[in-house]
């Protein structure tokens, strides 16, 4: 039996096989990156106008400006690079699985095609929520308190805008990960339902913390971030009941 036909407690690679694997899947991803990116680029104009919709529905007279020469050539590559994430995510996501694969047994590496679909799925649909759900909702929500509130007339960037709405995509798409990520960690048996059970009243706190972090500083999209999240995790609570090892119930019923 070969190296690769081992099982995970059978062989472990030294530090320097992994880090090399790493950087080889992290090579790939970026190339598939940099050519959803120039795939993206050239039709920059047209994505450009859907980031806008959300400001448009809300403002339809308020004007985007470029306040540098640079301005608008990074945030046509901001755009780039979002769109170009996101088209070249499920090979990301399967590079991400094949980096794990040699820990795992022959069964669990049948898991790749649901593992690269549902993270995708999942990311896509974050960023779709985010995008028509909470974009307009916190662009409505700023504006005005700034008008009403400090009587300030709006004059936004474009990088600025630009970089507010890849920033709140992102983190939606990211954080929607979780069902997924804790649904396989429990499939492998590395995490246990009771465990997920017992930190919920930890994981609630860390969402709104999280959410603070990683969203601009307005209530609404940090809200609409949390929630989701909160709601993910009693859904992968229900998930790991279902797909946590019996082999491993045994051994903790046992204990």
């Known amino acids: 039996m070969s190296q690769n036909q081992k099982n995970p407690e059978e062989y472990e690679a030294p530090i320097t096989e992994h880090l090399a694997e790493l950087r080889v899947r992290l090579f790939r991803s970026l190339i598939a990156i940099i050519i959803g990116m120039i795939g993206a680029f050239t039709q920059v104009d047209f994505f450009f106008d859907i980031f806008k919709e959300p400001l448009n529905k809300v403002f339809p007279d308020l004007k985007l400006v470029a306040l540098t020469?640079?301005?608008?050539?990074?945030?046509?590559?901001?755009?780039?690079?979002?769109?170009?994430?996101?088209?070249?995510?499920?090979?990301?996501?399967?590079?991400?699985?094949?980096?794990?694969?040699?820990?795992?047994?022959e069964e669990e590496k049948r898991l790749v095609v649901p593992f690269v679909f549902f993270t995708t799925l999942f990311f896509i649909s974050g960023t779709l929520f985010a995008f028509f759900g909470v974009l307009p909702l916190a662009i409505k929500f700023l504006l005005t308190f700034g008008y009403t509130q400090l009587d300030v007339e709006a004059m936004i960037s474009v990088s600025s805008y630009i970089?507010?709405?890849?920033?709140?995509?992102?983190?939606?798409?990211?954080?929607?990960?979780?069902?997924?990520?804790?649904?396989?960690?429990?499939?492998l048996g590395l995490i246990t339902p009771e465990t997920l059970v017992k930190g919920r009243p930890f994981f609630v706190v860390g969402a709104f913390v999280l959410a603070a972090v990683l969203t601009p500083p307005d209530v609404v999209s940090q809200v609409f971030l949390a929630m989701p999240l909160i709601v993910f995790y009693e859904i992968s609570i229900i998930m790991a009941k279902i797909l946590y090892p019996r082999s491993e119930r045994g051994k903790a019923s046992n204990s």
């Open 69 to 105: 020469p640079t301005e608008s050539f990074f945030t046509a590559f901001k755009i780039s690079f979002l769109v170009g994430f996101v088209i070249a995510s499920p090979y990301v996501f399967y590079q991400i699985w094949k980096f794990i694969e040699p820990a795992l047994y």
């Open 163 to 187: 970089s507010f709405v890849v920033r709140l995509l992102l983190a939606f798409g990211i954080t929607f990960e979780l069902p997924v990520i804790l649904s396989l960690l429990s499939r």
